[in-house]
């Protein structure tokens, strides 16, 4: 069973970069028919989709943070990343990775989620 | 954006309850919505993919279903370990946002 592991500072400057790591850790990330997907929730709130890269490397973003959002990957490592620059308290939340699975060629959920990782800005 | 609203906001039921939490979107999705559920300082959990289909391992109790605006999930008797908070979630275009999720407690 694929499993997937947020990773990165827990505290970060206002103004400054967000900076997140997702680890999978089976299955190579740029092959099947998934999209690797950041999602963030602040404390008590609800649920903000981010972004995602599908396994061509084609990248979606969430247009309220396009310019601000940039998903990566790094297939030597089976990893993808999240960067938010110039953050300010609003983006202070819990971040989640997710993989996202096409089945038949049709979205079909986020169906393995990473544990999550909490992010605060503040300086 | 597609705008995902789930009623009610919060619920109270006993074990045993029949329970339906409705989620409407702001223009047909056709049937691309995933249900959730999420507990307390977890991630989410997919329940219900395609507005009806069951996830793996998901127990049969839970339910879904609907097309185009409007879209149910229905637990058909309650259990203790059910009482979480749940959301549907529209995967038609992106942004794939979420509603705003229903919490179900104990009466």
Redesign the interface.
């Known amino acids: 069973q694929v499993q997937l592991q947020e990773s990165g500072p827990g505290l970060v400057k206002p103004s400054q970069t967000l900076s997140l790591t997702c680890t999978v850790s089976s299955g190579p990330i740029s092959s099947g028919d998934y999209s690797w997907t950041w999602i963030r929730q602040p404390a008590g709130k609800?649920?903000?989709?981010i972004?995602?890269m599908y396994t061509n490397g084609n990248t979606?973003?969430?247009?309220?943070l396009k310019s601000r959002v940039t998903v990566s990957r790094d297939t030597s490592k089976n990893q993808f990343s999240l960067r938010l620059s110039s953050v300010t308290a609003t983006d202070t939340a819990v971040y989640?990775c997710?993989r996202?699975?096409a089945?038949s060629r049709?979205?079909?959920?986020?169906?393995v989620?990473?544990?999550?990782t909490m992010v605060t800005v503040s300086s | 954006d597609i705008q995902m609203s789930q009623s009610p906001s919060s619920l109270s039921a006993s074990v045993g309850d029949r329970v339906t939490i409705t989620c409407r979107a702001s223009q047909s999705i056709g049937n691309y919505l995933n249900w959730y559920q999420q507990k307390p300082g977890t991630a989410p959990n997919l329940l219900i993919y395609a507005a009806s289909s069951l996830q793996s391992g998901v127990p049969s109790r839970f339910s879904g279903s609907g097309s185009g605006t409007d879209f149910t999930l229905t637990i058909s008797s309650l259990q203790p370990e059910d009482f979480a908070c749940y959301f549907c979630q529209q995967s038609y275009s992106t942004p794939h946002t979420f509603g705003q999720g229903t919490k179900l407690e104990i009466k």
């Open positions: 609800g649920l903000e989709w972004g995602r979606k973003y969430n247009p309220s989640y997710a996202g699975r089945i049709s979205p079909s959920g986020l169906d989620w990473g544990q999550g």
